[in-house]
């Protein structure tokens, strides 16, 4: 169904090593968000470890519960109530680094963003993955429709936090003197975006297949799912170096523009 997105994992931190609570208003916060930042380490490891299909609605809630506490050291640091001992520093496995696929080591970057980032791009792997798992499954007929609206569902919200990822959280992390992997890069979640919606697209097409739909129009769905992938295409390939990103994404979204521009409307011409 969709590229699987092999999960990050990430080094363990200690906020209190970096924010400086000069009123003491938010020591228990600190300390809560370092806990719930280990439990989604804990999570990752354990995804990694597992063969076969994950635990995504675990996943899914424990980088939810991190979330709110994330947003609000941000908020404090950029309003002021807290302050920085150190710059901070958080290291993650990343998933679409061809190098770094290579060396499987973490990569360490300075920024409280690079950390929120990450965070959210692993929601939305997991998000998209489970969606995948679920199309993939032998389905009954009763629970057809249920589990395509699902995954559907799962796939547009990927596909949302992908998007604000690269409209919203790049853009702030500016600084240009720092080496970033090409996950964390504007052009690569905003490709996945693409993706993602032109993947929950493909599963209306399916269910309209069900129903026999009438071809000419799933076609002109097809082909608006071409739309996507060609856009996630150009994006990557206007990258300084496109060969940074893992070779098997690149083909996966290089044949999914031509399967669906080529390949598939002429298959629902003939349905």
Known sequence: MSFIYPLPTTGSISWSDFLLDE????????????????????????AKRTEGPKDYTKIINTIGDYLPYLFGIIDCLEGGQLKLKKEIETSWRCTLSDTVLKKKSRVLCKGIYYELIFILLTYGYACSDWATGIIERQLQNDEIDLRLRQAADL??????????????ICPKWNNDSISKPVDVLMEIPTSISKIALADSTSIAIRKALMQQTTSSLLAKLAFGVSGHYEMANGLIKSLKDPSKVCGDFRKYVSYGALFHQVCFPFFLWKV
């Open 23 to 46: 009123d003491n208003l938010y020591l228990s916060e600190i300390s809560e968000a370092t806990a719930q930042r280990g439990r989604v380490r804990e999570v990752l490891k354990e």
């Open 155 to 168: 796939l547009r919200k990927a596909g949302g936090i992908f998007a604000y990822i690269g409209e919203q």
